[in-house]
């Protein structure tokens, strides 16, 4: 059998019964940044699925054999153990140095999350396809559009989107991408649904706006965003370990960006998704 034929059958099997095998595996993985980064993704899922037409909702019910979206959304993580999909974990980011410009970047031959969304938007809107590859491209574009609002999924290549670099928050030490992955949220201390229901709040002009645009747009704002991500003032830097310190006001400014994003993301997933399900 070959590689795609058995990565298919494999995905036939799991999608339709990721309601389940999420909660397993969830139970089963045990660190803070896995469940915490699962719940930012499920807490797109929810807005967008929040902003879907009725045609889409049902377009995606057959599709997916029932499950919502938030069912979809961290399957492309869970994946990343599993050596058949090694190739797929370059899709998770683009790496971009402050001086360089999308237009005239060499990005790897081999693919990034640009290239990731514009093909499975591709697949996803191909009829010609199976259930099955419809099926997957769909939860590969649920993740990947809320991975391209997180800031640091559009990184720099000296710090590998600031996995490299060493924080000091709430006594504890944590690289900076585990902070603005799951960290911020989590800090909020509030369940998923009442996460949601604090930051899905927008006009339906805002909206329009915020759909209005391509993906390399939503890259491009979180590039500019990072001048803010690495901003530690007024925090010091621990003598000792010459780790940046985040005090209450790097957090609390940096949440209001963290929710932008998340509310951001959603709205914009649902936008095309009607797109490709409800073009009218």
Known sequence: MSKCASKSKILNKALPQLGTYLLTGLLLF??????????????????AQNHLTESTRQAIVELNNGPQLEHLATWPDRIKSDPNWDHAKRWHYISINDDERFK???????????????????????????????RQALAFLVHFVADVHQPLHVGRRDDRGGNSIKVNWRGKT???????????IADEKLSESAYVALIDRSSRAQQSVWQDSQYIDWANESKRLRDQIYDFSPNRADGRFGRPTLGESYVLRSKV????????????????????????
Do not use: C, M
């Not at 060499?106 to 396809?129: C, T, V």
């Not at 944590?174 to 992955?181: E, K, P, S």
């Open 257 to 280: 960006i963290v929710k932008q994003r998340l509310l951001k993301a959603g709205v914009r997933l649902a936008g095309r998704l009607n797109h490709i399900f409800d073009p009218q």
């Open 104 to 134: 005239s970047l060499q990005r790897d031959p081999k693919g990034d999350i640009l290239y990731a969304l514009g093909r499975f938007e591709a697949e996803l809107s191909d009829n010609a396809l199976s259930q099955s590859q419809r």
């Open 174 to 184: 944590f690289n900076l991408h585990q902070v603005w992955d799951s960290g911020l």
């Open 30 to 47: 045990s660190g803070e940044a896995f469940s915490f980064g699962a719940k930012g993704h499920r807490i797109v899922a929810t807005i």
